[in-house]
């Protein structure tokens, strides 16, 4: 049996550096963009339901996504705040370099699958509200392997600024 982890949405409004360790354990499923595609087309068709506009992928946010997978699987934790830098989401985007008026971000760990990862996330109150959030038009999506949990899931939201 898989252990499940699951930790409720969190989102920040604009408000800043993060590393991550390049030796660490984190690895890239072969198959890792077919699964973010897929988790992709199930958020925007939860969004299509509650009768909100889709969200697209942001290469930005993906590298954010990648990154604070990669950060959670080295330094072996698994939440919001990053233990070490005591930063948030709002905070690697910053670091990110992406201009946002708000951030959000949906984190799980153990799931085999993005169907398995999305009825975690939309049986989860706040992760539900993540997603289906009319505010959010971008997404990063990352999913990595290695660590405690062998799969961590990892989506940013964002309302970008444009300027």
């Known amino acids: 049996m898989l252990l499940l982890g699951l930790l409720s949405g969190c989102f920040a409004t604009a408000g800043a550096s993060g590393r991550v360790d390049e030796s660490a354990p984190c690895v890239t499923p072969e198959d890792t963009e077919r699964m973010a595609d897929q988790v992709l087309q199930l958020v925007n068709l939860e969004r299509a339901e509650a009768d909100l506009p889709p969200v697209t992928r942001n290469t930005s946010l993906e ?25 948030g989401p709002g905070d690697r985007a910053v670091v990110g370099k992406y201009s946002f008026y708000a951030i959000g971000e949906n984190l799980a760990a153990g799931q085999e699958t993005a169907a398995e ?47």
């Open 63 to 87: 590298k954010i996504a990648e990154d604070y997978a990669c950060r959670m699987i080295a330094e072996n934790f698994f939440g919001h705040t990053d233990p070490e830098t005591g930063h």
């Open 117 to 163: 990862v999305m009825k975690v996330w939309m049986d989860s109150p706040s992760h539900r509200d993540n997603i289906l959030d009319e505010k959010w038009s971008e997404v990063g999506i990352s999913v990595r392997s290695g660590g405690e949990y062998s799969i961590y899931w990892v989506q940013e939201f964002g309302d970008p600024a444009d300027y």
